[in-house]
């Protein structure tokens, strides 16, 4: 059940500590900061979507540091914004743009492009429906 936040429905923060909901973070230098994260999770919540996104700004010297902890963070799922998507494709060793890396039991299923992605909210929940489609098979 989410709370209403001035025009925007958010979820309750103790509905984010149940197990179903997948954790998503949207990694960039300004992340943190981005209004992107309430239209999505407004979008979910308001699809009955289990999952919740956070922006996590990283800066440039810490992002290797990220990476290596991605494996034992409760995050399951990482979208990396435009500025971070080739740094990403080469921490995990692929080619192209890495778009997004969730969790799959003990590895990390890749999501590339040829070329670099724009993030907006469109394009993250177009991610997320589909990351969420291809590893449950439902929402």
Not at 77 to 86: A, D, N
Not at 91 to 100: D, K, S
């Amino acid at each position: 059940m989410g709370i209403l936040k001035g025009d925007i429905l958010q979820r309750d923060p103790r509905e984010l500590l149940k197990k179903e909901i997948t954790i998503i973070a949207y990694a960039g230098e300004e992340s943190a900061n981005s209004p992107i994260q309430n239209v999505v999770n407004d979008y979910l919540s308001s699809n009955k979507i289990d999952a919740h996104l956070i922006g996590i700004s990283i800066k440039e010297d810490d992002f290797d540091f990220f990476i290596k902890n991605l494996k034992n963070s409760k995050v399951e799922v990482t979208i990396f914004s435009q500025e971070f998507q080739k740094k990403a494709a080469k921490a995990f060793n692929v080619q192209g743009f890495l778009i997004a890396a969730f969790k799959n039991r003990e590895n990390f299923i890749l999501v590339a492009e040829k070329e670099t992605i724009m993030m907006d909210d469109r394009k993250l929940i177009e991610i997320i429906e589909k990351i969420m489609r291809e590893r449950d098979g439902k929402f």
